[in-house]
């Protein structure tokens, strides 16, 4: 892994976009791609090859639940971590999301300032747990 952390983002929220943009690569220094949908991940996340799938789980089209699944078909993408985005927080969704394979959930309003830092602690915490 290079030392930028690579990040596909899909949401279809173009002010959650800009906020989440702004969050992770002027503050938190990654690399992101982001996409508006779950059909326009699938055609660029082999070009990119990310680190980190952060993915918003209601979508129109395809959920992010879906999504992952289409993404975990291809090989390439077996093992890369993924964080859902969602504004349903209960701890039982959590966990079903936690159940999908998401090393975390982030919760919806996320604070900005604290993204990046949530990213590098569940990052780690995933790195070490591979370890």
Do not use: W
């Not at 983002?9 to 992101?32: S, T, Y």
């Not at 699938?42 to 990310?50: C, D, S, V, W």
């Not at 993404?71 to 093992?79: G, H, S």
């Amino acid at each position: 892994m290079s030392d930028t952390l690579k990040i596909l983002h899909v949401e279809d929220d173009a002010d959650i976009l800009e906020v989440a943009r702004l969050a992770l690569e002027m503050v938190g220094g990654f690399n992101v791609l982001q996409c508006s949908s779950g059909a326009e991940a699938l055609e660029r996340a082999a070009g990119f090859a990310p680190d980190l799938f952060l993915l918003d789980m209601m979508m129109p089209e395809m959920s992010g639940e879906q999504l992952l699944g289409k993404l975990r078909e291809d090989p390439q993408f077996d093992d890369i971590p993924v964080i859902f985005m969602t504004a349903r927080a209960q701890a039982s969704e959590v966990e079903a999301l936690k159940g999908l394979g998401a090393v975390d959930v982030i919760v919806k309003p996320f604070d900005p300032v604290t993204l990046s830092d949530q990213i590098n602690q569940v990052m780690a915490k995933y790195q070490q747990s591979k370890a």
